[in-house]
């Protein structure tokens, strides 16, 4: 490849040019491409403000003789003379609003042109690693901006075509004016643009919001993305349904919380779509959010709302109630679609109850708790026949329209999907309506509904319908599919990659896919295909072979390959998540015998969601009962499950060292998923204060990995392990080897699992932050403070809402060292708010928030409070069948402080008795606290001899970790040289 520079004329080939930098299908059809000339293009698409500087003028003027300065700059010819003079103007007028009007430009014309977004994104993650790799101009710094750029892209699946065509209108803007600059790109100017906080995903996120809001008059909260945000029927073609449309706008304009029910298929998410757009022409809400309910409410959220930033499904679901909740004081619609009985299993459900805002669910459920029932019944006949020829089309004769009459006579065909299917049928097959009704034969009169362990007449019809519809091997294969798949709409890259599996190497799947549609059996919009979930159904009541799905199994197991997801990243992890959830609900929701073979497949399923979105008490119930129900268990199944169960905060490892030692015995001992064991086993040993025996597996398998990021997992452990036991200087040393090893690697290059520190920021952070809690601990401020501004830093890198807690907790702890007890008290009150947020009550984060709280509260002397907090984290140990050994031991510990703090001395004594008792084994200056509170229990209780014991027992641990000056050092020694003589 020639000229392979960051440059306007090569940010057009892109588009335009099939072979650049890869050979493919084009961005834009070439139909689209007519008349496209370089210079044409930018002339075209580079906004007003950018063209009308001072050199923008004579570089892109269009009058007298030619003009060769545009062509200097296209292909950024070494001797153009304007490249400082052009990029200084534009970045002297550059502001958010000119950066938007560039980003739209560029959408519209991505809408217009019809851009494959998969393809670019293949084509442009290319191109990024080719001028990264030969632009002299394309510093390793700019390199990395727009790879992460381009990431944050990948990560949004989710979204809708407009705000996709405008995060590629932002992402190309960029890229351009680094076009623009040539060799000034990597200059001060370039820097200070690349810098601007208007200009970062978040804030222009805000930006296309506000517009949306002015041009809408609504605010949407969620991507415009989803069942709910296809377009509505236009005005001519939606028949039968202005009552209930004018009864629902009613409602809305009431508030409350409604349930629109009715059977699958008859129009509810027909009907949204209309309010919705009722509501934005006529701005009966300030604020819309609309969510497609998959599988439980807080997955289902967090793949709506917009820039989520939390590290786990649990987080971002917290972080959507929150964004309802700031707009209270506007009146905001939150629409649910297709809520099924899962609700009545589900968690979170009970959550909306603190939601102040109108809540519109459409549901097959007859009733919903707490929700008003809105029940949507079958069409009239003259609707439905209405709905069959508006998709039929064309002029009926008389015997067809009397046939028609007498089909629509019968309830079974007042039912508005079959109608309409009816219709697509009738004219893919070429039937008259009189050869239609013939096919169909004598139907029963009623339709009877039910979701699960019957056949109804509606599905009979599919069925009778599938078997006359004459499809190929290859058509039935994926329409099949689709019956299994999860209700959503599946994009060319999954149809690509996954679906073609099925069909025969001359077959064009996305042919096969285009005239399903075209029969009905499919739904297609701009980006990809979708089943409807009563079409699915019918088809699902007939058992499905598990064999002619081997192609497709085959790939979903390749997909989750684990050398290539565990250590990639977060981007590679979340679209493993995304396959996972898939195969999940495939093999969950199969009818018909499930071999062994899917069984795996489910374990390996669940475990890959457990890494993208954290604990799920559901999946794992759901997998162990398959994997009991088993008889083809194998080792490896049974070691996805124990790594699922260890994911339990505390939970019991007596399982998991069973496993380990069978897999030592078997010789089973090597490979990534082996370390992947042994890294979680250890973390839950730690957890249970079973240290040693963590330390042991680390030095014999995490250090001798031959991967990076499982040796810094390694010393991640062993120095969270040696400062719950108080070995506070061991810590420090181990944990400030593995940050040499973080960076050691990351000077390696991406090119490898697990070795650049964006890639794996969790294991880079938590080192920081035990760090510096092993300094602050020794007294040490200072190194605490560098380490909380790496943390800081991490915000901005990541926006990681478990960052931000971290960075809490340690501004916390370093104001309570430096004796600022208030600001301490309201750092620590915000973690403790956060991770009640986040995370929840039953979670260790938030056990240890309420101690460190504790801490600060018994400082300023408000000692029931911090009572309060320390009896709160046992408490939730306890209700939660958890004794975190460390945590425990510390809780106890500080209770009998604070009883000493506040001369309550004989309340102190059992706890430090138990701190004291906890300790053995976890070092000695974690026994040597408890024994040091000890005596001074004994001092005020007046019982020499045992004060004497427990300072001999405390002082010279005390004196060794601490100083001689330290205040408990001193103390000891005091009360010890006052002592001598006395008691032999």
Not at 139 to 151: A, M, N, R, V, W
Not at 309 to 323: A, H, M, P, T, Y
Request: net charge neutral.
């Amino acid at each position: 490849m020639e000229n392979n520079l960051l440059s306007l004329k090569n940010i057009y080939r892109l588009f335009t040019v099939n072979d650049y930098p890869i050979f493919s299908n084009g961005v834009i059809k070439d139909r689209d491409k007519k008349g496209l000339t370089l210079v044409k293009f930018w002339k075209q698409i580079l906004i007003y403000d950018f063209r009308n500087t001072n050199s923008g003028k004579i570089i892109w003027r269009t009058e007298g003789s030619r003009n060769r300065y545009h062509s200097e700059l296209c292909n950024r010819n070494n001797d153009f003379k304007f490249y400082n003079e052009y990029i200084s103007e534009i970045a002297a007028c550059i502001n958010s609003e000119l950066y938007y009007q560039q980003a739209e430009l560029f959408a519209s014309f991505f809408e217009e042109k019809r851009c494959s977004f998969s393809i670019l994104e293949d084509k442009m993650s290319t191109y990024l690693k080719i001028v990264q790799k030969e632009d002299p101009c394309v510093t390793k710094e700019i390199g990395s901006y727009f790879l992460d750029k381009l990431g944050e892209i990948k990560l949004q699946k989710s979204v809708g075509e407009e705000y996709k065509s405008y995060l590629w209108g932002c992402f190309t803007g960029m890229l351009m004016l680094h076009a623009i600059a040539g060799p000034e790109m990597g200059g001060a100017q370039m820097t200070e643009i690349r810098n601007l906080k208007q200009l970062q995903s978040k804030y222009m996120w805000n930006q296309y919001a506000q517009k949306e809001f002015q041009r809408d008059q609504v605010q949407y909260l969620t991507y415009k993305a989803g069942e709910i945000y296809r377009a509505p029927l236009a005005a001519d073609h939606f028949f039968g349904r202005e009552i209930e449309l004018f009864e629902l706008k009613e409602m809305v304009k009431a508030g409350g919380r409604y349930s629109i029910c009715g059977m699958g298929g008859i129009g509810k998410t027909e009907l949204l779509r209309q309010l919705l757009q009722i509501c934005q022409r006529e701005s009966v809400v300030d604020c819309i959010a609309a969510v497609s309910y998959e599988e439980n409410l807080s997955s289902s959220f967090a793949r709506s709302f917009a820039f989520l930033s939390g590290k786990g499904r649990e987080e971002r679901f917290q972080e959507c109630l929150n964004v309802l909740q700031t707009h209270r004081k506007d009146k905001v619609l939150l629409m649910l679609d297709n809520v099924d009985e899962k609700i009545r299993d589900d968690p979170d459900w009970n959550r909306l109850q603190e939601l102040s805002c109108t809540i519109i669910v459409t549901t097959r459920l007859k009733q919903i708790k707490d929700f008003q029932n809105f029940e949507i019944k079958l069409l009239d006949k003259n609707a439905a026949a209405l709905v069959f020829r508006d998709v039929f089309g064309g002029i009926l004769s008389e015997m067809d329209r009397k046939s028609l009459n007498l089909l629509m006579e019968q309830e079974i065909y007042q039912h508005t999907l079959t109608v309409r299917f009816l219709g697509k049928a009738a004219k893919s097959w070429k039937w008259s309506v009189e050869q239609l009704k013939e096919c169909l034969g004598q139907q029963p009169t009623k339709i009877t509904w039910r979701d699960k362990n019957a056949t109804h007449n509606l599905s009979g019809l599919y069925q009778q319908l599938y078997r006359i519809s004459h499809l190929s091997v290859s058509q039935q294969r994926c329409l099949r599919l689709f019956a299994v798949l999860p209700y959503r709409t599946y994009d060319t890259k999954f149809v690509d990659k996954s679906v073609s599996v099925l069909s025969e190497p001359d077959e064009d799947i996305r042919e096969i896919l285009d005239d399903l549609t075209e029969r009905g059996w499919l739904e297609k919009e701009e980006g990809g295909y979708s089943m409807h979930p009563v079409t699915a159904e019918s088809i699902r009541t007939r058992n499905l072979s598990e064999k002619e799905f081997e192609p497709f199994w085959k790939q979903m197991d390749k997909n989750l390959n684990p050398e290539k997801i565990l250590c990639q990243g977060a981007a590679k992890t979340e679209e493993a998540a995304d396959i996972a959830e898939i195969l999940y609900y495939v093999v969950v929701h199969w009818k018909g015998n499930i071999s062994g073979r899917m069984v795996f497949l489910t374990l390996k399923a669940g475990y890959f969601m457990y890494v993208e979105n954290g604990f799920q008490k559901q999946t794992l119930e759901t997998v162990s009962a398959l994997y009991e129900s088993c008889q083809e268990k194998t080792g490896e199944m049974r070691l996805y499950l124990c790594m699922m169960e260890m994911y339990q905060q505390g939970s019991d490892t007596e399982d998991p060292e069973r496993e380990l030692e069978k897999m030592e015995k078997e010789g089973r001992t090597c490979g990534i998923l082996f370390l992947e064991f042994c890294w979680l086993l250890c973390s839950s040993l730690n957890l249970l204060g079973k240290y040693e025996k963590s330390e042991y597996l680390v030095h014999k398998y995490l250090d001798k990995s031959p991967i990076p990021y499982y040796q810094i997992c390694g010393k991640f452990l062993l120095g969270d392990g040696m400062k719950m036991r108080m070995q506070l200087k061991e810590a420090i040393e181990c944990l400030e080897e593995g940050i040499r090893l973080q960076q050691k690697s990351a000077d390696g290059g991406k090119d490898k699992p697990g070795q650049h520190k964006s890639e794996n920021n969790h294991i880079f952070y938590n080192l920081c932050y035990q760090l510096a809690e092993s300094y602050l601990l020794l007294g040490q401020v200072k190194p605490a403070r560098e380490k909380l501004q790496l943390l800081r830093e991490g915000i901005k890198e990541t926006k990681n809402s478990y960052i931000r807690m971290m960075c809490s907790q340690l501004s916390g702890n370093i104001e309570l060292a430096d004796g600022n007890t208030g600001q301490a008290a309201v750092y620590l009150q915000e973690v403790k708010n956060l991770t009640e947020i986040y995370n929840g009550k039953n979670d260790y984060n938030y056990w240890a928030s309420c101690v460190s709280l504790g801490i600060i509260q018994n400082r300023m002397g408000a000692w029931d409070a911090a009572l309060e907090n320390y009896q709160e984290s046992l408490y939730q140990m306890e209700k939660n069948k958890v004794e975190i050994k460390g945590l425990a031991q510390i809780v106890n510990n500080n209770i009998g402080v604070t009883y000493l703090d506040s001369d309550r001395p004989e309340k102190a004594l059992p706890y430090l008795e138990k701190a004291y008792e906890m300790s053995a084994g976890m070092g000695e200056l974690a026994r040597a606290e408890p024994a040091y509170n000890l005596s001074r229990a004994c001092e005020k209780m007046k019982n020499a001899r045992e004060e004497q014991k427990y300072l001999r027992e405390a002082y010279p641990v005390l004196l060794k970790n601490y100083g001689e000056e330290h205040v408990k050092t001193k103390d000891a020694k005091r009360r010890l040289k006052m002592m001598e003589g006395e008691i032999i």
